[in-house]
């Protein structure tokens, strides 16, 4: 019990001083100074630090260099692209958190991404990528490709990442079909009938990749293609403020004027009526004209639920191609392909034992390198298979080797919560019932391999949409609610350390 009120107040005074220090800092000067972007920085560390081992934090965190705060936009450097990817996809909301306990809440995020640190300049050194990409409501202040007050947008980001191509794209059987349709599209955008081309696949095996690895050569052929990637719920939140903003129609013709329109996500889309029936209207539009539709789901479409049986009949109309988990060969050549890459020769019997180890996706394939990259150029340690086990089991343990079973979960969150399990699988509507049956969904989600639909079934056998709603349910108060958010972080710290 004692613990409780600790964590609590290191957390609740960390951030009532932060968002004092930002004040000030802002009052003053609206360029923090290198050495005041340090100390605020510092004391975003001490926040994470706190919701994390020491392994977790030395790796992920310790690298990263503070570089600015200019005008409510912090900049950090990280030292290359996968640890972006890794940051964003994992400690997302924890740094989101930090940074604006520290910073301030309507702070923005940015990252300077070291790409090639023997170029001379900075610009082909780094690339500047955005920050709290998955999160809900803060992706509202960061920029978005549609801009009200320049609707007619000759200028616009595609929003595309560089780093995904075709060329470092590895194709194995579980790829393939999807990565020759990818192509096809590139080559001859809307003109196959691959339209829409759909990729559907679990998490982490490249969909993300390939979609934008079309835009990208599609771009690199015609400079002039009006090429944009998005996702549906940043599509969802750019038309709900365009409706707020009366800029509707310029909304609507922003998009319906893309040559290729790639909408990552689109399971997201569901329940969200509105951005539907808009999106309907722009698929149609597009696909009329003769324009390539690309979409990336987790659920394959005819299984998407929530979402208006016209949509989901469109989302078929082409091709749907669906990626599986890579095997062993394939993880091999991925595992060689990225260090050599990150510019390190991996001994046979480390390649193999990480492809051995690391099963489930290419995204833990690529943290277990750039752990170990981490290891041997900041702690200067040679590569052992000793030092490889380590990290492949503190990489592998982080994400969901030992996940823990939806039991332990419930059990934990009904301790928290003084709730019973039964009504924590039942169907009480009582906020405070409802509040922690959402969370023990949430953090089966988080701290699980589970699907949405599995976890339902866990749950006196909701269904998937139901579980998601729930997930987006805490996500949004781990950002607007302090109390809630502080609770929920105890209740993690309390499950992870299970583990
Ligand atoms: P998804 O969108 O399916 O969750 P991503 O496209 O984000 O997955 O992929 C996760 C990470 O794995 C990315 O960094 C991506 O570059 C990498 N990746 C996935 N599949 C491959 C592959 N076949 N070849 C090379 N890299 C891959
Ligand atoms: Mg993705």
Redesign the pocket.
């Known amino acids: 019990m004692a613990k409780k009120t600790n964590a609590l107040n290191l957390f609740g005074q960390a951030a009532w001083e932060g968002v004092d220090t930002a004040r000030k800092a802002q009052h003053r000067d609206d360029n923090a100074g290198v050495s005041e972007i340090m100390t605020l920085w510092k004391q975003c560390l001490e926040i994470i630090k706190d919701n994390l081992s020491v392994q977790v934090f030395r790796t992920w965190f310790e690298p990263i260099k503070a570089l600015s705060f200019e005008e409510g936009e912090v900049t950090l450097q990280v030292p290359s692209q996968f640890y972006y990817?890794w940051l964003e996809e994992h400690y997302n909301t924890l740094l989101q958190k930090s940074v604006y306990q520290v910073f301030g809440t309507d702070t923005t995020l940015k990252y300077q991404v070291v790409i090639d640190s023997k170029k001379e300049s900075l610009e082909q050194r780094t690339i500047t990528l955005p920050g709290f990409r998955h999160s809900g409501v803060s992706a509202i202040q960061t920029k978005l490709p549609f801009v009200p007050a320049s609707s007619s947008v000759e200028h616009f980001s595609s929003y595309l990442n560089p780093?995904?191509t075709f060329d470092?794209?590895?194709?194995?059987d579980s790829?393939q079909l999807a990565c020759s349709a990818a192509n096809a599209v590139a080559e001859n955008s809307g003109r196959t009938r691959f339209n829409p081309l759909v990729l559907y696949?679990?998490?982490?095996?490249?969909?993300?990749?390939?979609v934008q690895a079309i835009g990208n050569r599609i771009l690199k052929k015609n400079k002039r293609a009006r090429v944009i990637y998005t996702t549906s719920e940043r599509f969802t939140m750019e038309f709900v403020s365009a409706i707020q903003n009366n800029s509707h129609s310029a909304f609507s013709a922003f998009y319906r004027s893309m040559d290729v329109l790639i909408v990552?996500d689109i399971q997201f889309f569901a329940n969200k009526e509105k951005t539907q029936d808009n999106f309907f209207h722009t698929f149609n539009a597009l696909h009329q004209a003769g324009k390539q539709l690309i979409f990336?789901s987790d659920i394959p479409p005819k299984e998407l639920k929530d979402i208006d049986e016209r949509l989901i009949s469109r989302f078929q109309w082409g091709l749907t191609a669906d990626?599986q988990p890579?095997d062993l060969e394939m993880r091999m050549a991925?595992v060689q392909?990225?260090s050599k890459d990150e510019g390190i020769t991996l001994p046979f019997y480390v390649v193999e034992y990480i492809a051995k180890q690391v099963t489930s996706?290419?995204?833990e394939i690529?943290g277990c390198l750039i752990s170990l990259i981490a290891k041997v150029s900041f702690d200067k340690r040679s590569i052992t298979l000793d030092l490889v086990k380590e990290v492949v089991q503190s990489v592998v343990r982080e994400v969901a080797r030992k996940p823990l079973s939806v039991d332990e979960i419930k059990a934990e969150v009904s301790s928290h919560f003084n709730v019973s399990l039964d009504l924590l699988a039942g169907k009480t509507r009582k906020h405070e019932i409802v509040l922690a049956r959402q969370a023990a969904m949430y953090f089966a989600k988080q701290l699980t391999t589970l699907s949405l639909k599995s976890i339902g079934s866990n749950f006196g056998g909701k269904d998937h949409s139901t579980v998601l709603h729930s997930i987006n349910t805490i996500e949004n108060y781990l950002v607007t609610d302090q109390t809630v958010s502080q609770s929920l972080e105890l209740l993690r710290k309390n499950l992870t350390r299970k583990r």
Do not use: C, M, Q, W
Request: no cysteine; net charge positive.
């Open positions: 990817e780093r995904y470092n794209f590895i194709i194995g790829n696949s679990g998490n982490g095996l490249g969909k993300t990749h390939l990552d990336g990626i890579p991925i392909r990225k996706n290419v995204r690529e």
